[in-house]
Structure formats: structure tokens, C-alpha cells
């Protein structure tokens, strides 16, 4: 993978599948194989919600594998409603990888993961 293909851009993917995985809590997968190829634990996305009425909201990348990725997140206000109601087959575009990630494959020692409720979505992939 060259440096270029590391560098954030807009990706235009379709959504693979939505779960209501609590009331308020919604996981969003969508198909974005130059994403996952990409993406570190810890890196996240803007999310641009399908009207474009109003901004991009941050997500930290929940799970990347194969050509899927997900987006975990509480139903907290207008552009988080709205990109709760995506379905199969719907566009949404997101622009990422963003932040430096980080790698643990090298840690000599144990290391403590903590997070709480959705806060987990920016740990999966290190736990993994």
C-alpha cells in the first residue's frame, strides 16, 4: 500500500445493513474496501448525512474487515436520526481514514482497553 492510499478521501459506499441494537443505539455496516484497507484502530470517519442539509458528524470506525466497515452511534439530534434511517442499498458517503490510529502489534506487554458504552466503537479493532 503506497502513502496515497493511506491519505483521508471521500468515499462513496452504499450501506450493506442496519441493526437497532438498543433503543437510541444504531450499527450501520456499508461497503468500503479501499476504507478498510486503509484504516488503523482508532482512526474515524465524517459521516455525510444523505440530504446534505446539514454537517458531517464524526464516527469512530467500528469494525473494518474484508470489504465491510460500520459506524456505531447513539440517536442524539437531526443528522444522527437521519443516518439511522439509512437502508440497504442507500448511499453514504464518508470521508476518512481521519486521525493518526495507532498500532499494539509491537507492545511487549499487556495492554488495558477501556471504554464505555458507545465509546467502544473507537476500541474495537485494537481489541480485535
Same mark, same amino acid.
Given at each position: ?8 478521501r ?7 445493513? =442496519? =441493526? ?19 484504516? &488503523?484502530?482508532?482512526q474515524?470517519?465524517?459521516? %455525510? ?11 469512530? %470506525? ?5 470489504? &465491510? ?9 437531526? &443528522? ?6 439509512? =437502508? ?6 464518508? %470521508? ?13 506487554? &499487556?495492554?488495558? %482497553? ?15
Amino acid at each position: 500500500m503506497t502513502t496515497l492510499d493511506l491519505l483521508p478521501r471521500v468515499h462513496a459506499t452504499l450501506v450493506t445493513d =442496519r =441493526r437497532v441494537l438498543a433503543p437510541g443505539v444504531v450499527l450501520v455496516g456499508f461497503d468500503a474496501p479501499e476504507l478498510v484497507a486503509a484504516t &488503523r484502530p482508532g482512526q474515524y470517519v465524517m459521516a %455525510i448525512p444523505p440530504t446534505g442539509e446539514s454537517a458531517a458528524t464524526a464516527f469512530g %470506525i467500528y469494525e473494518a474487515e474484508g470489504k &465491510r466497515a460500520s459506524l456505531l452511534f447513539f440517536i442524539t439530534g437531526t &443528522r444522527t436520526r437521519e443516518l439511522s434511517e439509512l =437502508r440497504p442499498g442507500d448511499r453514504l458517503d464518508v %470521508i476518512g481514514p481521519l486521525g493518526n490510529g495507532f498500532d499494539l502489534s509491537s507492545a511487549t506487554s &499487556r495492554v488495558a %482497553i477501556v471504554a464505555g458504552g458507545v465509546g467502544i466503537a473507537s476500541v474495537l479493532l485494537a481489541a480485535q
